[in-house]
């Protein structure tokens, strides 16, 4: 028999250890269940901002080795200039278990360019020129892989089923210029469903629908070639459906 205990906080009454040992058991485990399908990653929030020196990593929860770490103020991180890649990210340092806690700190670091150690979780990348200030805003889909003085969050795992996925931000930005450019079909069918949830589309999601469009030898295993593969997509709805903008009326003026 399967007995669930809700222990009940009154004013007056005796709180007791066991009380507490239940609470403490359901509100961690019932968390940890219904992500233990899912590969590591950021599991919501984590916005990066930036400001005239500093990169601000905002609260979020993130998922490594099957646990989930809540990261609740706004992490800042000074940065410079030096015309090279470098990549912000979370380093995951060993557990400490005394007889209170079990604890595991967590550092935010540049590395210089992608870093293969498994305790590293990537959160963004740059290259930054001299005198210039980085931006974290975008003028269009293709915009987010802009080489200098552009945060990419490209290369950033998000928390998917089974493995992990393109960031929810990106995706929900191709659904949107991909309606804006026309899309009917399975295009809009698609794009609606994104904007429509609120998780991050899964990785075979992505996948199956780009090797339905481009055919089933495009390559989309990581998430950068998902993302140029979702580039591609844009251009073929662009190029299908050119836009006003692209071709302007010509004007005619009447002289009495």
């Not at 996925?165 to 995706?171: G, N």
Request: charged share 20%; glycine share 6%; proline share 5%.
């Amino acid at each position: 028999m399967i007995v669930q205990a809700i222990p009940q906080f009154h004013s007056g009454r005796i709180l007791r250890g066991k009380m507490l040992e239940s609470l403490s058991e359901y509100t961690y485990q019932h968390t940890m269940l219904l992500y233990q399908a899912c590969a590591d990653g950021i599991v919501s929030g984590c916005a990066l901002t930036t400001t005239e020196d500093s990169i601000i990593l905002n609260p979020g929860v993130v998922r490594y080795e099957g646990e989930l770490y809540l990261l609740n103020r706004p992490q800042f991180l000074p940065y410079s200039a030096t015309d090279t890649t470098r990549v912000l990210q979370l380093v995951f340092h060993d557990k400490v278990t005394t007889e209170a806690f079990v604890t595991r700190e967590i550092e935010l670091c540049f590395t210089d360019g992608p870093s293969v150690d498994p305790r590293h979780m990537e959160i963004c990348r740059f290259k930054l020129q001299p005198k210039a200030r980085l931006r974290y805003e975008y003028t269009d889909f293709a915009d987010r892989e802009t080489e200098y003085d552009t945060l990419n969050i490209i290369h950033s795992p998000f928390c998917g089923l089974r493995s992990s996925t393109l960031s929810p931000d990106i995706v929900y930005h191709f659904a949107q210029e991909a309606l804006s450019s026309g899309a009917s079909g399975l295009d809009a069918a698609f794009c609606l469903q994104i904007l429509s949830v609120r998780e991050p589309v899964q990785r075979d999601a992505l996948q199956g629908y780009i090797k339905l469009k481009l055919g089933q030898d495009t390559p989309c295993g990581t998430n950068i070639q998902i993302y140029h593969a979702l580039l591609r997509c844009l251009a073929q709805l662009e190029q299908c459906n050119p836009s006003e903008k692209k071709t302007p009326k010509r004007k005619m003026w009447l002289v009495d």
